[in-house]
């Protein structure tokens, strides 16, 4: 289809929020980086044709140091992937295994060893969440449609929205906080178009998004009631 899908190596048990601690190691062969470690929670790695990452060029170095991004194709012998289950059913999430794999020195990004602020750098982009407002909104959308649909069905019916004035008010406050959600977008936006690196705004606009998200789905079990952990905004009953 033309059209490559990639994946995002950064986390690792042990390395999540404390993304430098990381311990995935690539030591140098000749032309060759060496792989050895696990990467989790790699979202879509059981799709992606490649993978970009970080991972630990010299263990010597001082955490933030001694740290190169790489480019690797997700066909490479040693990878592994595994699927992580959700309590729904669905497998975004993977853990990655790397065995002796084998990576082209010349597919490094930026300078070896200085690899965090390549990474750091493409977090001040992928923490821009331009569309992560208009996910929300369509989210909200969903739950109000759902409502429509199941009028009838008990527990959730339009009688007893009507009857919550409280719950109506919460619902009106999620769309009001995603409108919020999207003025930070374009703010971000505009940083972009300057050419300038949105560091801090891209910052303000994920932990905003981050918890909006959480408030949405709580807001919808409220709605939702025991439906709440079943319901799939692509299901239609």
């Avoid at 470690?37 to 992606?48: E, F, L, N, V, Y």
């Avoid at 390549?118 to 821009?128: C, I, N, Y």
């Amino acid at each position: 289809e033309g059209k490559l899908e990639w994946a995002q190596g950064y986390s690792e048990p042990g390395s999540g929020s404390d993304l430098a601690s990381l311990r995935t190691h690539a030591e140098r062969d000749g032309d060759d980086f060496v792989l050895n470690g696990q990467k989790i929670w790699t979202s879509r790695a059981h799709h992606a044709d490649w993978l970009f990452g970080l991972f630990r060029t010299n263990p010597d170095a001082p955490k933030h140091r001694g740290i190169t991004y790489l480019l690797l194709q997700m066909n490479t012998p040693g990878i592994s992937v595994r699927p992580l289950e959700q309590i729904n059913g669905r497998n975004e999430f993977n853990e990655v295994f790397f065995e002796d794999v084998r990576v082209p020195v010349e597919q490094t990004v930026g300078e070896i060893n200085r690899g965090w602020y390549v990474g750091a750098t493409h977090l001040d982009f992928e923490r821009s969440s331009i569309g992560s407002a208009l996910n929300m909104l369509q989210t909200l959308d969903d739950l109000r449609d759902s409502l429509e649909k199941e009028r009838e069905s008990r527990g959730i019916t339009r009688a007893h929205t009507q009857r919550s004035p409280t719950l109506r008010t919460e619902i009106a406050a999620r769309y009001i906080e995603a409108s919020v959600a999207r003025l930070f977008s374009y703010r971000v936006i505009s940083i972009q178009l300057r050419e300038e690196v949105p560091n801090y705004g891209a910052s303000m606009q994920k932990m905003f998004s981050d918890q909006l998200v959480q408030k949405i789905a709580r807001t919808a079990m409220k709605t939702l009631g025991l439906y709440g952990p079943l319901w799939d905004s692509d299901d239609d009953r």
